[in-house]
Structure formats: structure tokens, C-alpha cells
């Protein structure tokens, strides 16, 4: 029995390890351990939601909200939306569920991670249940991005027109491919 529960701590240990590790190249700055390994942590970095980005900091934090949204064009030319959960729209017992949205949203502007793009975007159209008549259909995931105000002003209209940005687009043949 103690042979076990030894096995139990070192596979622990060992996890532990390659989490810190993980994370700790991760957030390193631009340098030869670093561009020899994020490739091996990349696999579970990304998947996981453990990448770290660290815009929000001075000297240049981020100045924009991004809203995350996918438009489907189905084979009959009819278009369809998906919104992606905000934050702001959701009551405060929901929002802890939800922490790590805006962070998601924010990142999928990142080059780097163009691997998550098309499994976001396949989610978006399973979650909108078209028909199976509605393949082949496209779909573009994109930004609705809204400046905000200045530090220390609280002037914000809501009639200003939010920017587009395209972030990227896929063609899915069949509803096999979204799953579902």
C-alpha cells in the first residue's frame, strides 16, 4: 500500500512541476529558453485557458473593449449570429462562472493563437443548431470593439458606432464537422 500512495505523490510532484514550468516559460520574457520550449507547453497552455497576456499594465494597457461574435452564412444565404457571453449582461451570481471571458475574448486577437479559432468557431455554429439543409455554411469571427474613455473621465456615449474587425473566417461544409 505505501507503494502506492508514493506513486499518488510523485505523479502529483511531477504535474506540479510541469505546471509551474509551464506557466513560468510562458510568461518569460523573449529569449532562447523560451523560444525552444513554449512550443512544448503550447499543447497545454492553450487548451487549458493558462496562457497569461500581461496588456493590462502601464506603461500601455489595453484601451478598448472587444465583444466576440460570429456570423454564419448558410448555404441559402440567410445569416445567423452568435454573441458570446459579456460579462455586463450578466447578473452577478453568473459572473463568477464566467471570469475568465474577457481574457479569452481579448486573446483571440492574438496571432499566436489562431489554433483556438477555428474550435471557437465551431462552437458558435453548434450552439446556433442549424439545419443540416443549412451547410455548407461561412463563418467569420469577429471583433465589435468600443474604445473607452480616458483615465479619469467617465464620459462614455453609447451612440457611438462600435468598430469592426474581422479576425478571421471558415468555411464548414457539414454539420459532421461542428459536432453536435
Known sequence: MAWRWTAWRLGVSAFVAFHVSAISVWTLPDCAIKERTRPIFRYYVLPTGMWQWWAIFAPDPIKHTHELSVEVVDAKGLRHMYEFPRLRDMPWWRKALYYRQPKFVANM?????????????????????????????????????????????????????????????????????VGG
Open 109 to 177: 486577437g492574438i496571432e499566436e493563437l489562431m489554433a483556438v479559432r477555428p474550435f471557437v468557431t465551431r462552437y458558435a455554429v453548434r450552439e446556433l443548431d442549424l439545419s443540416p439543409q443549412s451547410f455548407p455554411v461561412t463563418a467569420s469571427l469577429f471583433y465589435r470593439i468600443e474604445t473607452t474613455p480616458p483615465p479619469g473621465s467617465s464620459e462614455f456615449d453609447p451612440m457611438t458606432a462600435k468598430q469592426i474587425q474581422l479576425i478571421d473566417r471558415f468555411e464548414i461544409r457539414s454539420r459532421t464537422e
